[in-house]
């Protein structure tokens, strides 16, 4: 079965810093891996996808993520946080063979600090 | 903006009531998919429609059921309801129901069931 988990329930890091959210998977065939992020009192909204190709996946809002195999891993990183930056962050992929739904990560709350 | 709407935005009832969601998706999207997010489960999988008909089926009650329309919007429909039921209900849109396609997601309805 396909699953994704967030080891962290909580980052905090400071305005300016790196921040790193970090995410494993666990799937069958090939990993097609999706990040949202979740501002309070607002939906999902998609930051990046890694279907194939280079490891190093571009999104929105400044955000990356890096796809490694032999790690199943695929970790969010900026390069310098913003303290709007702060929200919930889910690591999710798709359930195969039973339509194009989503199994999420139990979500990481992250609080950018001024 | 993600393109997907959803009302109402709140909804306070009381238990053993029915309750209707609706969604319409982003403009040209063929699936829609309702999810449930709560502080004990998480964002839990729901339903799926495409193009007018169910594509798979998650964590439902059978009290809860969907449906999609001929112009594509979707009702999530909510019966005999309980205190647990108590949750954010998000619609998302995808253009196809490919294992690749990016979901978007609607603002979600906040319901409150006393």
Do not use: M
Request: glycine letters at 8%; one cysteine or more; hydrophobic letters at 30%.
């Amino acid at each position: 079965a396909q699953s994704v988990a967030q080891p962290e329930d909580q980052v905090n890091v400071a305005e300016g810093n790196p921040l790193t959210v970090k995410c494993t998977y666990s799937v069958s065939g090939n990993p097609y891996l999706f990040w949202y992020v979740q501002y309070p009192n607002r939906g999902l909204q998609f930051l990046l996808k890694y279907i194939t190709g280079d490891n190093l996946v571009k999104g929105s809002y400044g955000f990356e993520a890096e796809f490694n195999k032999s790690q199943t891993s695929f970790h969010l990183k900026k390069p310098s946080a913003l303290v709007s930056d702060s929200a919930l962050y889910f690591c999710a992929v798709p359930r195969r063979g039973y339509g194009q739904n989503f199994v999420f990560g139990p979500g990481t709350r992250l609080s950018v600090l001024p | 903006d993600s393109g997907v709407t959803q009302t109402p935005k709140h909804l306070i009832t009381a238990t053993g009531q029915r309750v209707t969601l609706r969604c319409s998706p982003r403009s040209g999207d063929l699936s829609v998919y309702w999810y449930q997010q709560s502080l004990d489960q998480g964002l839990q999988f729901l339903i799926q429609y495409y193009n007018g008909e169910e594509r798979a089926k998650g964590n439902i009650l059978e009290r809860f059921s969907a449906q999609q329309f001929p112009d594509l919007h979707s009702e999530l429909n909510l019966s005999s309801l309980e205190l647990g039921d108590s949750a954010l209900y998000f619609c998302a849109s995808s253009v196809e129901a490919g294992d690749t396609d990016t979901q978007y997601f609607g603002p979600g309805t906040r319901l409150t069931v006393l």
